[in-house]
């Protein structure tokens, strides 16, 4: 699963990609689980996420594992981006932001979110 979970650098920003494309729902089960080893081996609050979803197939286990997924990784996490969302998608989106008090940005593509990430600064 190393493959769906890299680290990838924009401008001097080291973000991490984790890559749910394309997957199915055991492909984002193991990938989340990979996620949160890499991520928690970052320093608090310092963390750039970016994940890509698009054409992933959820379901009800990976929709009640998100919350989890996003609330262990809330303390690490300074920035998250997420690209892909279709209207569905964009509902448990919205849903696991509110429930974790997370606040991560959709955005339209990969370049966007590279960008918008690598420029960050927490207000």
Do not use: C
């Not at 190393?2 to 890559?19: L, N, S």
């Not at 997420?82 to 606040?103: C, E, Q, W």
């Amino acid at each position: 699963m190393a493959d769906r979970v890299t680290v990838i650098h924009h401008k001097a920003a080291e973000i991490i990609r984790i890559d749910w494309s394309n997957a199915r729902p055991a492909e984002i089960l193991e990938a989340m689980d990979a996620a949160k080893r890499v991520i928690a081996s970052r320093a608090p609050a310092s963390a750039l996420t970016l994940t890509n979803v698009e054409s992933a197939i959820m379901d009800k286990e990976v929709t009640n594992q998100l919350k989890d997924y996003v609330a262990h990784n809330k303390p690490y996490v300074l920035a998250g981006a997420v690209v892909g969302l279709n209207d569905l998608k964009m509902i448990a989106f919205n849903f696991v932001n509110r429930v974790t008090g997370r606040s991560l940005r959709a955005m339209d593509s990969e370049v966007d979110a590279r960008e918008w990430l690598a420029n960050f600064r927490p207000a």
